[in-house]
């Protein structure tokens, strides 16, 4: 049965709360700062300031000078989470699986319930009506529906703003034969670049080139991708928000620039992989209580360990530290490609019971400062010793950050 996915994505997200909230400031361009670190970083600019050619991510001063009239506005996160939670409740009016993808996009799967509605046009429409009427008529979004969440996110895009874009088996080869591969969620500039060294240009090219080249490239997970984006297959499901949040897990890998075959070169890349996934886990409010790794192969072959942790956990240290002996017992048969590490049966710290020792309380205060300096002054400005001279441009993060 061919599924019906829904994505729907607010336009200019922040810089229309922030024009709903304050009408002096609808019809004019306004840039939303970043907050603490970031503070001249834009986060996002209102329709009229993308006509004048205001990007996000771009820094103000720069922005001040195309748009000298640019007004700036302070964003303040907990407004848009508050905006966020009410427009997924007008979408869990329509099914009970909404996915949020990121504070402006969710993913909803009415493959059951379009029917009860008039199908997943009607349901496109009447969400945007109730947008507009329940929160607010400033605010539009765009909406992407196809037979997955690929096609249906690829739609979205397609129109901007206040789009309504259908993908379907007729009209699905003509749209992603001519969007640059770069406008594809999971491929992105650098990802297009490395493909265009490869002569792949277009998803006919991608269609074309042989398998083996993208494995050798990008590794055989992100080559299986590509392919799949190519062709517009995508058959992971649309997960529930509810469901997720107890089912989450974080992960971290990288592929080498050259193999490895140090036992201690491979400690280090997992104690630095360790401590990225301990640092997204503390940055969400998360600990857990498993944690494993993996290694590829020069040959591609792959080798595993998942781990039990005695207690609570968001500390890369000790993951790393308790990962010793499940290393110490595989046999590295072959040079070292690529290591992945992950936490799972992670819990919000809330529902943690803290720690009375001293020396966790002394290691937790290590972590919050480290965290503090590396969130205001950069990723990696204080590290562990050890890992001095390991470098994050090594990372190949391959998908993105956020992966279907
Ligand atoms: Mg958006």
């Known amino acids: 049965m061919t599924r019906k996915i829904l994505h729907i994505d607010m336009n200019s997200y922040f810089a229309t709360v922030e024009q709903q909230a304050n009408p002096l400031l609808r019809g004019r361009p306004i840039a939303v700062l970043g907050s603490k670190a970031k503070r001249t970083i834009i986060v996002a600019s209102s329709i009229e300031a993308k006509r004048l050619g205001i990007k996000t991510a771009s820094d103000l001063n720069e922005a001040l000078k195309i748009c000298p009239e640019l007004v700036v506005v302070h964003g303040e996160p907990r407004k848009y989470a508050d ?26 799967d009415v493959t059951k319930t379009a029917n009860l509605f008039g199908g997943p046009e009607k349901i496109a429409s009447k969400i945007k009506r109730k947008i507009r009427d329940e929160i607010g008529s400033w605010l539009s979004c765009s909406i ?18 206040d789009g309504l874009v259908i993908i379907n088996e007729n009209n699905k ?22 493909l265009s060294l490869l002569d792949v240009y277009t998803t006919s090219d991608l269609r074309k080139c042989p398998i083996a080249c993208l494995k050798e490239e990008f590794g055989v997970i992100s080559a299986w991708k590509l392919k799949q984006i190519a062709y517009g297959l995508d058959i992971s499901p649309v997960i529930s928000w509810r469901e997720q949040k107890l089912a989450k897990s974080f ?26 996934v301990a ?65 799972g049966r992670v819990q919000l710290s809330v529902n943690v019971p803290s720690s009375f020792l001293p020396e966790d309380k002394l290691n937790q205060q290590i972590l919050e400062t480290m965290d503090s300096i590396n969130n205001r002054y950069g990723e990696d400005v204080i590290t562990r010793g050890v890992l001095t001279g390991v470098k994050l441009k090594e990372v190949v993060s391959g998908m993105g950050r956020k992966k279907f």
């Open 144 to 161: 992407g529906i196809g037979p997955n969440k690929f096609l249906a996110k690829t739609g979205s895009d397609l129109e901007k703003p």
């Open 279 to 343: 640092k997204k886990l503390r940055d969400d409010n998360y600990w857990a209580k498993e944690a494993g790794f993996w290694f590829r192969f020069k040959d591609f072959s792959g080798h595993g360990k998942v781990f039990r942790l005695g207690s609570w956990c968001c500390n890369g240290l000790e993951f790393y530290g308790l990962s010793l002996k499940q290393l110490s017992q595989i046999h590295l048969h072959q040079p070292v490609r690529a290591i992945g590490v992950f936490a």
């Open 251 to 276: 992960s971290c890998s990288r592929t080498m620039n050259r193999d490895i075959t140090s036992r201690d070169e491979i400690k280090k890349q997992l104690l630095f992989l360790f401590e990225k």
């Open 173 to 194: 080869d003509n749209i992603l034969q001519n969007l640059p591969l770069e406008r594809f969620c999971g491929i992105g500039r650098a990802i297009s670049r490395r």
């Open 83 to 108: 905006v966020t939670r009410r427009f997924i409740s007008i979408f869990e009016e329509f099914t009970d699986k909404v996915e949020i993808f990121s504070i402006d996009e969710a993913f909803l």
